[in-house]
């Protein structure tokens, strides 16, 4: 069941210990009731943009959310009682914090207290009860003490849903454990250098700055901060010089490998970053379509220059024949609509709001996509399909079905990366597969 949302003005200033604890759980509790935490944090911050202490606010929201397997379970365990819906979410938040240690143990129950006492007087011994009791306990209840194989042990112990376990474990054998680790970590920050050959003047001035930064060899442009930091925290000198851009997503232009004078397509374009790097990669005929307005707008707001420097279309890529002028493509990035299991970290209200059955509604999509866009691509050219998925369904499987019913289309191997990109400390995880159309003999 469904309950309406509290607005954010019901919640302490976020600037304090106490208000970002409230908040937090109020996004928290936000995406229990089945809403994206992005929705709720945007809906709050708008209300008082100029507030500080929206970054620690964020911090615990996105924190508590990749741990709530694990959050959930240690409630269910350690409450004698059914608990209130309005203290839930605190409580969530509250736990993971002590878990994590980064503030002090007194101060975070006196504030989690203070708070659950706003929503029911009568709850603040309750609450001081139940952490206390974590706190004293808490060897016991550490993600890895979770040995059992029910769904909510499952769940407690990789912090991951037991359904999205299994998938991983069937899809990469070796290497499931690493996947569902790096998961349950804070996300990496990469930079694209728009022109590769100022990239190590870049890494200077950032090193200069006291960011740390690295090149990462294997891309021409990319850079790897250790540490992620705010936009606004990268001089000013090198803000112009790069675009904020994960590195496994700086695979997809050099994959395409763009020629100047190709007529290019950019099937799904938002949030425009790909699109860009095509671009920068060579004088392309650049035509974007994005289905959804909003994503459009921001995408052009993000990157102004792409309604200069290409053709931009509001249009179903599904549906060619609302919006293709009838010449033929020379290369195609079709960066699919998924599950985005691939970027959990960035988005860890996903592990909680995805369903397997998901699964099977964004491989019908990816099915469509592909066959739509085919007709469009001229004998000799190529397609590369893109998902930042790290699911079976949602890659191999969709593509042995595209070349089993296409007799044109054929898989080549690409240097470099070809099919799985999974998620390191360095970079999120993809997957990549370049299509060529048979020229007529």
């Known amino acids: 069941m469904k309950h309406k949302a509290h607005s954010a003005s019901h919640y302490a200033a976020p600037e304090t210990l106490a208000g970002a604890l409230d908040c937090a759980s109020a996004i928290v509790a936000a995406v229990i009731r089945g809403e994206s935490a992005a929705a709720a944090w945007q809906r709050m911050v708008a209300q008082y943009p100029q507030a500080p202490g929206w970054a620690r606010v964020q911090d615990f929201a996105w924190s508590t959310l990749r741990d709530y397997g694990w ?130 003047n870049v890494v200077a001035r950032l090193q200069a700055a006291g960011i740390a930064a690295e090149p990462f060899d294997a891309l021409p442009g990319a850079i790897w901060l250790p540490e992620p930091v705010a936009e606004t925290k990268l001089p000013e000198s090198v803000r112009d010089e790069v675009v904020i851009q994960d590195i496994g997503a700086q695979w997809a232009a050099p994959l395409l490998a763009v020629r100047p004078g190709e007529r290019v397509l950019d099937a799904c374009a938002a949030p425009g970053g790909k699109a860009l790097h095509l671009l920068d990669s060579a004088a ?4 974007l379509v994005e289905k959804e307005k909003n994503r459009y707008r921001a ?46 970290r960035r988005h860890p209200d996903i592990k909680w709001l995805r369903r397997e059955s998901d699964l099977e509604t964004f491989r019908t999509v990816q099915q469509a996509l592909l066959t739509a866009l085919w007709p469009l691509l001229r004998p000799g050219g190529r397609l590369l399909y893109v998902t930042c998925s790290v699911f079976a369904e949602e890659n191999e499987r969709v593509i042995a079905k595209f070349l089993n019913n296409h007799n044109d289309a054929k898989r080549v191997p690409t240097e470099g990366v070809d099919g799985y990109y999974l998620p390191t400390e360095q970079h999120d995880g993809f997957y990549y597969a370049r299509i060529e159309k048979v020229a007529e003999s």
Not at 166 to 171: N, Y
Not at 178 to 186: D, F, P, R
Not at 284 to 287: M, S, V
């Open 284 to 287: 392309i005929d650049l035509t």
């Open 71 to 200: 959050g959930d379970a240690v409630l269910a365990a350690l409450s004698r009682r059914p608990i209130d819906r309005t203290l839930r979410p605190l409580l969530l938040v509250a736990l993971t914090e002590l878990r994590k240690g980064r503030v002090p143990v007194h101060a975070l129950i006196h504030e989690a207290v203070a708070v659950a006492k706003k929503r029911h007087t009568a709850a603040a011994g309750y609450v001081n009860a139940l952490l206390r009791r974590y706190d004293r306990e808490r060897a016991q209840w550490a993600p890895e003490a979770w040995r059992a194989r029910s769904d909510r042990a499952i769940a407690a112990h990789w912090r991951h849903p037991r359904w999205w376990v299994e998938k991983l474990q069937a899809a990469h054998p070796s290497a499931w454990q690493a996947v569902l680790h790096q998961g349950n970590n804070h996300p990496p920050m990469g930079l694209r250098v728009r022109t590769i050959e100022k990239r190590m």
């Open 299 to 344: 995408m052009l707001a993000r990157f102004p220059e792409l309604s200069e420097r290409a053709q931009a279309i509001v249009g179903d890529a599904r549906r060619p024949q609302e919006w293709w002028d009838g010449r033929p493509f020379d290369a195609i990035l079709l960066d699919a609509p998924c599950s985005g299991s691939g970027v959990v």
